[in-house]
Each structure stands twice: as structure tokens, then as C-alpha cells.
């Protein structure tokens, strides 16, 4: 870490709380399996996989393959930017640190309500899954029931997450374990079907061609990228906790990006077996049904055993209900440190050595936000799900925008650096860019949302985002009216000793 960074980090951890972050609380695998279950893998593939294959058909996988390419280039902008700033805040850090504090803000403000968005619904799908599982289809039908249920699951894994990091990494690599066990039977079933011919619908056998996201044509392609990019969101969960985790300037780093490549491997092979068993009529015909689609082809896959997919969907949502409060806690634990937001937030739990304060305001938030959501109406959350689209392609543009304004005295050092620090993070920053245009100007016809109603002309994911983004600004502005020291810092560039001594070859090092 740079001497500033660790000035800063000592700064606001004295300002807000007597102790820091547990130091080497986790190791690599533990953060590879954190950022996975972040991800949400079985809940977020049968959230998109009716939709995709409505719009390209046979080339849904295609689509999840060209879906992963900005992902990586952001993940390898988390890679570099981690090696010489390991603060936990990680695009609130490394956007202030590049281009200023209010651009820093926006990025962190983003990340936090990115969570409160989405744990509730997170949490529900663990809960319905959970009791479709064990028989109990009638309490999914009851709100009451499966809203309190909903409630206490996100009391519990807040829980989990404030005990401490140890006890968290222990229960996401059980779930994570859990989760593709139940996959991989699945997968292997259903193309044991396909083959053996005896699936019951209208199945495929699987092709090479069905990898080309071209197949279906450029329009095709664009609207199956707007669902498919965002199932891989979630994996910088490991890179928030790189002030947690052993060898901090690499391994969080490392994990982000393999979590990346084992998404796609995962997104692949279920997104082939689901198309090649249901063929795309039926995956077509109920693309509304989203992630129910899994619970309708678990008892044609796996008769009796269709709990185990059930089950997998299950585990994957409770697991990313756990993941996805570290981003926005650790994020916000971050902001206070530097006195972007109140030092409160700051407070460490000095037994447990976790950021208790902010952890639970976000699940605070999360809840007040799921069950007012849900008394407007039966589609408000899915519609504020979707606004979610549009903050997280802001701060990972942001993100990749940041990496090379921040290494751009070192960019012309080596082609390595151009290509892996500044031009794939840039050209990643730009795909996110203009997936954000597109979504908005999706999302400002009421036609495209899930209740189909208008909100001052708009759709209401967008008015959603909208009002967000205003309370964001408002918010920052109240704050740099308040306490103007965060306001006090500047852009700068990363420290070169760190940059060289990060991006040399390993013979270079050794020669140092």
C-alpha cells in the first residue's frame, strides 16, 4: 500500500473506531468462493436464461461468452488497482484516488445502494426456493409467512457477516460446495437425457456454433447483452475484503479475476444443458416465469430428486445474501475512515474486528426497503432490480475509467501495460458505458418494466435510479457543506516504486 493510502487508513480507522480490520482472516480460496457465491450463480442463470434464449435462441451461451469480456477487463482494473491501494472502499478509494473526491463518492454511493437493492430479493428467493424444497408451496404463496421469513434470513446472515470473516468464508464454502454439487447433477443428468432421448420436450443436441454471440444478429445481441453482463456482477466481493485477506496486494486481486473464469465456465455449461433439454419454444414461451423456470424443469430433469435443484438455487441466494452486504458495509466503512460520511460508520467491532456499525445499517436498509417496496406493489421490486443494472455499470465504468487515469504515466512502459492496464480497462469501462445509455433508454418506456406502468412518463426502473442518484447528490453536497475534509483531497497517480515493484516480471524482481 502507498504511504498515502496508509495514512489515510490510519487516519479514519483512529477517527472512527480504536482498532482495524482482522489482518489475514482469509486466503485466496476463501475470497475465490466469497466472490463466486457474491455472484449468485444458479439464482442469476435461471433469472436470465428464459429471457436470453427469447431473444437469440440456440445462442444464449454465446451471449453469456461476449457477456463476460467487459467483465474481465474490469476485473484486471480491480487486479492493478488493488496492487497499490489494498483499502477495502476499493472504486470509492481508487476513483477519489485518480480523478477527486466527488467523482470518488458517487462511485462509493453507488456500490452501497447496489445492496440495499438487491438483498431483499436475495433473500426472498432463498426463502421461496427453501420452502418449494421441502413441500411447503403454500407458505410461498403466503406474504406474510415468506416476508418474515425473508426478514430474519437477512438478520441472520448479517449476523454472520459481523461475528466475524473467518466464520463467513467457513459457511460461503459449504454453500458454495453445496451449490455446484447440485449444479453439476443437473447438468449432467439433463445432457444424459438429451442423449439418451428421453427428455420430454422438444430438446437439441448441444453444437459449437451455439458458442457464436453473432449467431442471432447484432440487435439480438445488444439485448441479450443488457440481461447477460450483469449475472457476473458481485465478484469484486473478494477484493473488498483485501485488508481481510493473506497477501493483499495480489490475492484479492487474483480471485476477482479467476471468480470471473469460473462463472463462465459454470454460466456455460448450465446455460447448454437447460437449451438442450427444454429446447428454446419452452425456455421462450416462459421467459416471464425468470428464476421459477428451475423450480418448473427441476422435476422434468430430476424427478423425485428435484429438490437438489431447488435446493442449488437456495443455497446460491442465501449465500449472496451473506456476500453482497460486504460490498456495501466494507464500502461505507471506507467513507468514513477518509470523513466522506460519518465516523460512525467507521466503527470496528473490537471483539470480532468487523465493521458491525455499517453491516447493520445496511441490512437495516435492506429491509425497510424490501418490505415497503413490496407493499407498492407485486412487481416494485422486480422493477427496482432492474434499476440495479444502472448503478452497477456506472461505478465498474467508473472503475475502469479510474485504473488507467490513475497508471497513465506507465502506461507507455511496456505493451503489457498499455493492453492489461490501460486499454482493456478503458474498452471495458466504455462496452459498461454504453450498456448504461442503452438501458435508460430502455427502461424510459413504461412498456419495458415488469408492471408495465408509468412513473412520470418513465419506466419505473429509471425513475427508481433516477431518485437514487438524486439522493446520492444531495446527500454529498450536505456533506461537503458539513465536514469539507474528504473534499480537501486530490487526484494523483499511482506511486511508481509501488507500480514497478507490482508490475515487474518475476526475474526483475529477483534481480531487485
Not at 489482518?23 to 475470497?31: E, K, L, M, T
Not at 487486479?79 to 466527488?102: E, H
Not at 454511493?109 to 411447503?136: E, R, Y
Not at 448503478?391 to 475509467?401: D, R, S
Amino acid at each position: 500500500m502507498s504511504h498515502d493510502a496508509v495514512q489515510d487508513g490510519e487516519g479514519g480507522r483512529q477517527g472512527g473506531s480504536a482498532v482495524g480490520l482482522k489482518p489475514n482472516a482469509i486466503g485466496f480460496v476463501d475470497a475465490l468462493v466469497i466472490g463466486l457465491n457474491a455472484t449468485s450463480p444458479a439464482y442469476s442463470l435461471a433469472a436470465v436464461i428464459g429471457p436470453i434464449v427469447a431473444l437469440v435462441g440456440i445462442y444464449a451461451p454465446g451471449v453469456m461468452f461476449a457477456s463476460f469480456v467487459p467483465m474481465l477487463l474490469i476485473a484486471s482494473a480491480f487486479y492493478y488497482l488493488n496492487k497499490v491501494d489494498q483499502d477495502c472502499g476499493t472504486t470509492f478509494s481508487w476513483v477519489t484516488r485518480a480523478m477527486g473526491p466527488w467523482a470518488g463518492w458517487l462511485g462509493g454511493w453507488a456500490i452501497t445502494m447496489t445492496g440495499v437493492l438487491v438483498v431483499g430479493s436475495l433473500a426472498d428467493v432463498a426463502v421461496s426456493f427453501t420452502l418449494l424444497a421441502v413441500g411447503l408451496d403454500s407458505w410461498v404463496a403466503n406474504d406474510f409467512v415468506r416476508q418474515l421469513l425473508t426478514v430474519l434470513l437477512i438478520i441472520v446472515m448479517t449476523g454472520l457477516c459481523v461475528i466475524g470473516t473467518e466464520l463467513s468464508a467457513r459457511v460461503q464454502n459449504a454453500l458454495i460446495l453445496a451449490q455446484v454439487a447440485f449444479l453439476l447433477v443437473f447438468v449432467v443428468v439433463a445432457l444424459y437425457r438429451v442423449y439418451a432421448g428421453t427428455t420430454g420436450f422438444d430438446s437439441i443436441e448441444p453444437s459449437l456454433s451455439w458458442l457464436d454471440p453473432f449467431g442471432a444478429g447484432g440487435a439480438a445481441l445488444t439485448g441479450g447483452l443488457l440481461l447477460g453482463v450483469f449475472i457476473y456482477w458481485g465478484w469484486e466481493s473478494a477484493v473488498n475484503l483485501t485488508e481481510e485477506t493473506e497477501n493483499s496486494a495480489s490475492a484479492p486481486g487474483k480471485a476477482g479475476l479467476w471468480s470471473t473464469v469460473v462463472l463462465l465456465v459454470t454460466y456455460l455449461s448450465v446455460a447448454v444443458a437447460v437449451v438442450a433439454f427444454a429446447g428454446t419454444a419452452f425456455l421462450a414461451e416462459n421467459a416471464e416465469e425468470e428464476e421459477f423456470i428451475f423450480a418448473q424443469l427441476a422435476g422434468d430433469v430430476l424427478g423425485g430428486w428435484d429438490w437438489i435443484l431447488l435446493l442449488a438455487v437456495a443455497t446460491s441466494a442465501i449465500a449472496s445474501t451473506q456476500t453482497t452486504i460486504i460490498p456495501a458495509s466494507r464500502t461505507a466503512l471506507s467513507m468514513a475512515r477518509r470523513q466522506a460520511l460519518p465516523q460512525h460508520f467507521g466503527h470496528i467491532s473490537p471483539r470480532f474486528r468487523t465493521p458491525d456499525v455499517s453491516t447493520w445499517w445496511v441490512a437495516a436498509i435492506a429491509i425497510v426497503w424490501y418490505l415497503v417496496v413490496n407493499q407498492i406493489s407485486t412487481t416494485a421490486l422486480f422493477d427496482s432490480l432492474t434499476a440495479l443494472s444502472l448503478l452497477i455499470a456506472f461505478y465498474y465504468a467508473l472503475t475502469g475509467v479510474a485504473c488507467a487515469v490513475y497508471y497513465r504515466r506507465h502506461l507507455t512502459e511496456s505493451v503489457r501495460n498499455f493492453v492489461l492496464i490501460g486499454l482493456g480497462p478503458v474498452v471495458g469501462a466504455g462496452l459498461l458505458a454504453w450498456l448504461l445509455v442503452r438501458s435508460v433508454m430502455d427502461m424510459s418506456d413504461p412498456a419495458n418494466s415488469y408492471s408495465g406502468t408509468s412513473w412520470f412518463g418513465l419506466g419505473p426502473p429509471l425513475v427508481i435510479g433516477i431518485v437514487i442518484s438524486l439522493v446520492g447528490v444531495i446527500l454529498m453536497v450536505v456533506w461537503r457543506l458539513r465536514d469539507a475534509v474528504f473534499w480537501q483531497e486530490r487526484p494523483g497517480v499511482a506511486d511508481p516504486e509501488l507500480v514497478h515493484a507490482t508490475t515487474a516480471k518475476p526475474a526483475d524482481r529477483k534481480e531487485r
